[in-house]
T-cell receptor
Framework: AQSVTQPDIHITVSEGASLELRCNYS??????LFWYVQSPGQGLQLLLK??????LVQGIKGFEAEFKRSQSSFNLRKPSVHWSDAAEYFC????????????FGGGTRVLVKP | NAGVTQTPKFQVLKTGQSMTLQCAQD?????MYWYRQDPGMGLRLIYY???????DKGEVPNGYNVSRLNKREFSLRLESAAPSQTSVYFC??????????????FGPGTRLTVL
């Protein structure tokens, strides 16, 4: 069965510093990859997605992610974090053959220090 | 265009009580999904409906039933609530084009506490 791992449960970063969130997946075929963000008490907002093509994808709010097939990874990055980036981030993998279902990682909570 | 809406936003139940969570989408999507979110476990799929008239079990279906009432609405029912069902429930929808994978759009969630 497919699985998604986000190794870091919590990350604390200073405002203005760079941020990288890790995501690894297990699946035999090429997956469809997503990063979602959830602010406290809110629903999920899509940050970016990778379906095919260029392995470096740009998203909203200044985020980007890179798909590395050899490492089965899809890490999320932001060069300079803002206080409003404090939230929980979820990596997810979709499989068309599985009825467009999504498998989510456990999430990484990001705290931003002033 | 409201997207995906869920009612209620909050609910407290006693063990053994029943309730139905409602979800509706106005994007003319074919597929709809119910997830539960628990700390450290991300979102887990409870049930989904690939198209009107069909429903299938997801990863954690025990204790739940669903109804795809029409193309817009997909409800989740807890027949006899248990404390283990305390969670945040999210509904989502997506198109179902066979030619590509389709992004899911999420509702705001329902926070359920079972005492």
């Amino acid at each position: 069965a497919q699985s998604v791992t986000q190794p870091d449960i919590h990350i604390t970063v200073s405002e203005g510093a760079s941020l990288e969130l890790r995501c690894n997946y297990s699946y035999g075929a090429t997956p469809y990859l997503f990063w979602y963000v959830q602010s406290p008490g809110q629903g999920l907002q899509l940050l970016l997605k990778y379906f095919s093509g260029d392995t470096l994808v740009q998203g909203i709010k200044g985020f980007e992610a890179e798909f590395k097939r050899s490492q089965s990874s899809f890490n999320l990055r932001k060069p300079s974090v803002h206080w409003s980036d404090a939230a929980e981030y979820f990596c997810a993998v979709g499989y068309k053959a599985a009825g467009n279902k999504l498998t989510f990682g456990g999430g990484t909570r990001v705290l931003v220090k002033p | 265009n409201a997207g995906v809406t869920q009612t209620p936003k909050f609910q407290v139940l006693k063990t053994g009580q029943s309730m139905t969570l409602q979800c509706a989408q106005d994007m003319n999507h074919n597929s709809m999904y119910w997830y539960r979110q628990d700390p450290g476990m991300g979102l887990r799929l409870i049930y989904y409906s690939a198209s009107e008239g069909t429903t299938d079990k997801g990863e954690v279906p025990n204790g739940y039933n669903v109804s795809r009432l029409n193309k817009r609405e997909f409800s989740l029912r807890l027949e006899s609530a248990a404390p283990s069902q305390t969670s945040v429930y999210f509904c989502a929808s997506s198109e179902a084009r066979s030619s590509s994978y389709n992004e899911q759009f999420f509702g705001p969630g329902t926070r359920l506490t079972v005492l």
